[in-house]
């Protein structure tokens, strides 16, 4: 999954040269979090409400109303901006853009193009909204989690019974993290299975391999196994 697939392409840019008063004021009416700052056409940094926040005066709430507008009509954006611009390039993949914002530690990127003109943005919101999408959570069906040996076919015979149980499948993914070598973590979410015969397919499941958890997300029943296997 690409950025530029989920990234916001209504973008709401500030000049550098417009004070920090007018970017408050597209923050709030826009409803965004960080504003790219342009200048002549070119993308020169960013600021966000904490940029505009840590600017404010210190002694701000000891201002009359009017003396604390008339400062912020005379700082300008230039002066506050965070630079250099942290980007992401419209062909990154998502992964790759929430390592980016987590080793930044940023919460949002201006999104640009090969020649780095801006074309975007991205946000923590997009990203779990993909998430979200790509794991099929919205299907409201039942998640596995499995111990399963790391080697081809693992994943299938699991999956293969699943859907001898007339389940589908939403999402696969897998981990090496937490597991011990030669093993991996796999979670599967799928739906369709009729509910009177989920036990069944637990305990099917169970002999083939180990099942650390099962959430069913229609039913909201949540059970725990790992600590069978770890006791």
Wanted: net charge negative; glycine share 6%.
């Amino acid at each position: 999954m690409l950025v530029k697939n989920w990234m916001n392409k209504d973008i709401i840019t500030v000049d550098a040269n417009e004070s920090m008063l007018d970017g408050i004021n597209l923050l709030k009416k826009h409803a965004v979090l960080m504003l790219p700052v342009m200048r002549n056409g070119e993308l020169v940094g960013v600021v966000t409400d904490r940029d505009l926040k840590r600017a404010s005066a210190s002694d701000a709430t000891t201002l009359e109303v009017h003396e604390l507008l008339y400062i912020l009509s005379k700082i300008k954006i230039k002066d506050i901006m965070s630079r250099p611009v942290i980007t992401v390039p419209f062909d990154f993949t998502l992964e790759e853009t929430a390592e980016t914002l987590l080793n930044q530690k940023i919460s949002s990127a201006p999104v640009v193009d090969h020649d780095g003109q801006l074309i975007g943005t991205i946000t923590q919101t997009d990203l779990f909204r993909a998430m979200l999408s790509v794991t099929g959570l919205k299907k409201h069906g039942v998640q596995f989690a499995f111990q399963l040996e790391d080697r081809p076919g693992s994943i299938k015979e699991v999956a293969d019974i699943i859907r001898a149980y007339g389940g589908r499948i939403a999402s696969i993914m897998s981990s090496y993290e937490q597991s011990p070598e030669g093993q991996r973590r796999v979670y599967i979410r799928m739906y369709g299975v009729d509910r009177d015969k989920m036990a069944d397919l637990i305990q099917e499941i169970k002999a083939k391999t180990t099942v650390l958890y099962m959430v069913d997300h229609r039913e909201n029943r949540r059970e725990i196994y790992e600590a069978e296997h770890s006791a």
